[in-house]
């Protein structure tokens, strides 16, 4: 795989303050890897820090085989950034402020047109910034970072203000330039948007990096229980509580509505008990640990620690 970005024991101190500490990972063409934590976990730090707008205290940063803090950072035009918070000269249009950002990248102004087109603002283009909802800027601000098709696109809260449609609309997008080999870093507090779309969840707590990997090899570490959803069988549903013997522990019965949590050692065992014939089982629902529970879980585990 292509790497594209490369943090190796990075530091960055504000005073005596470490907003970020130690914090190494490398991204490769073609990833889509969400960067999730609470506020002042870090992760606006470090989208700064790849971009060159402030330097680290200590380690090394490599974006596109470019130093970002170098004078001359020639991989600039090729990486594409959404600040969380979007702001823009409320004199002018959505098409002169696209027409601003593509002379700065040198890139031809025919292709602001579909950009403008392709988050909902070709009607909206000759309109004043100030006219504009916070949703609008937000689109206006995907628009101007998606310039130029860039190799590394960073988005910190891209999906603020935008209406279920756009949000579904953005991910196609984000989608799009992941198969074309752009490494796409998601930073959003979203964490049910991130689920099914990131292929990689990098956690950040306190300015530590405390857990690195996919969904599957987060749930592996973490060994949280998965919650297998029962719906006994009409009439069976005191039947279907003993069902599964000391196997079970029950999190939540209502009604002909049954929740286990399964320890990872006996969900094979409960999955096949359900399916024996005889079962007072009508229907059943497998549900792993989230992305929320696994985040919660790895914050507990570094506070213990």
Same mark, same amino acid.
């Given at each position: 795989?292509?790497?594209?970005?490369?943090?190796?024991?990075?530091?960055?101190?504000?005073?005596?303050?470490?907003?970020?500490?130690?914090?190494?990972?490398?991204?490769?063409?073609?990833? $889509?890897?969400?960067?999730?934590?609470?506020?002042? @976990?870090?992760?606006?730090?470090?989208?700064?820090l790849m971009l060159g707008l402030i330097q680290a205290s200590l380690g090394t940063i490599e974006m596109l085989g470019d130093d970002p803090a170098a004078g001359d950072f020639a991989a600039r035009r090729s990486v594409g950034y959404l600040p969380e918070n979007v702001s823009f000269n409320a004199?002018?249009?959505?098409?002169?402020? +696209?027409?601003?950002?593509?002379?700065?990248?040198?890139?031809?102004?025919?292709?602001?047109?579909?950009?403008?087109?392709?988050?909902?603002?070709?009607?909206?283009?000759?309109?004043?910034?100030?006219?504009?909802?916070?949703?609008?800027?937000?689109?206006?601000?995907?628009?101007? @970072?998606?310039?130029?098709?860039?190799? $590394?696109?960073?988005?910190?809260?891209?999906?603020?203000?935008?209406?279920?449609?756009?949000?579904?609309?953005?991910?196609?997008? $984000?989608?799009?330039?992941?198969?074309?080999?752009?490494?796409?870093?998601?930073?959003?507090?979203?964490?049910?948007?991130?689920?099914?779309? @990131?292929?990689? $969840?990098?956690? +950040?707590?306190?300015?530590?990096?405390?857990?690195?990997?996919?969904?599957?090899?987060?749930?592996?570490?973490?060994?949280?229980?998965?919650?297998?959803?029962?719906?006994?069988?009409?009439?069976?549903?005191?039947?279907?509580?003993?069902?599964?013997?000391?196997?079970?522990?029950?999190?939540?019965?209502?009604?002909? +509505?049954?929740?286990?949590?399964?320890?990872?050692?006996?969900?094979?065992?409960?999955?096949?008990? @359900?399916?024996?014939?005889?079962?007072?089982?009508?229907?059943?629902?497998?549900?792993?640990?989230?992305?929320?529970?696994?985040?919660?879980?790895?914050?507990?585990?570094?506070?213990?620690?």
């Amino acid at each position: 795989m292509t790497k594209t970005i490369d943090l190796q024991s990075v530091t960055k101190r504000f005073g005596r303050i470490e907003a970020v500490r130690e914090v190494s990972f490398r991204l490769h063409a073609g990833e $889509v890897v969400a960067l999730v934590g609470h506020n002042g @976990a870090g992760k606006t730090t470090l989208m700064k820090l790849m971009l060159g707008l402030i330097q680290a205290s200590l380690g090394t940063i490599e974006m596109l085989g470019d130093d970002p803090a170098a004078g001359d950072f020639a991989a600039r035009r090729s990486v594409g950034y959404l600040p969380e918070n979007v702001s823009f000269n409320a004199a002018l249009s959505g098409r002169e402020i +696209m027409s601003f950002y593509a002379r700065l990248k040198r890139e031809d102004l025919s292709t602001i047109e579909p950009l403008l087109e392709r988050v909902g603002l070709a009607d909206a283009a000759d309109r004043r910034i100030g006219t504009y909802s916070k949703g609008m800027r937000q689109r206006l601000g995907l628009a101007q @970072a998606l310039l130029g098709e860039p190799l $590394v696109l960073l988005l910190d809260e891209p999906t603020t203000g935008l209406d279920p449609a756009l949000r579904q609309s953005f991910y196609e997008i $984000v989608q799009e330039l992941s198969d074309r080999g752009a490494t796409v870093l998601l930073s959003s507090h979203a964490l049910t948007e991130l689920e099914d779309r @990131a292929g990689r $969840v990098i956690i +950040m707590n306190r300015g530590v990096k405390v857990a690195d990997g996919t969904l599957t090899e987060l749930r592996r570490i973490a060994l949280l229980p998965t919650r297998i959803r029962i719906t006994s069988a009409p009439g069976d549903a005191e039947r279907a509580r003993t069902w599964f013997g000391p196997l079970a522990t029950w999190r939540r019965v209502n009604g002909h +509505m049954i929740e286990i949590d399964a320890a990872p050692d006996q969900k094979i065992e409960l999955l096949r008990r @359900a399916s024996e014939e005889g079962a007072p089982i009508a229907d059943i629902d497998v549900v792993p640990p989230t992305l929320d529970d696994l985040y919660a879980h790895f914050l507990r585990s570094q506070d213990a620690a």
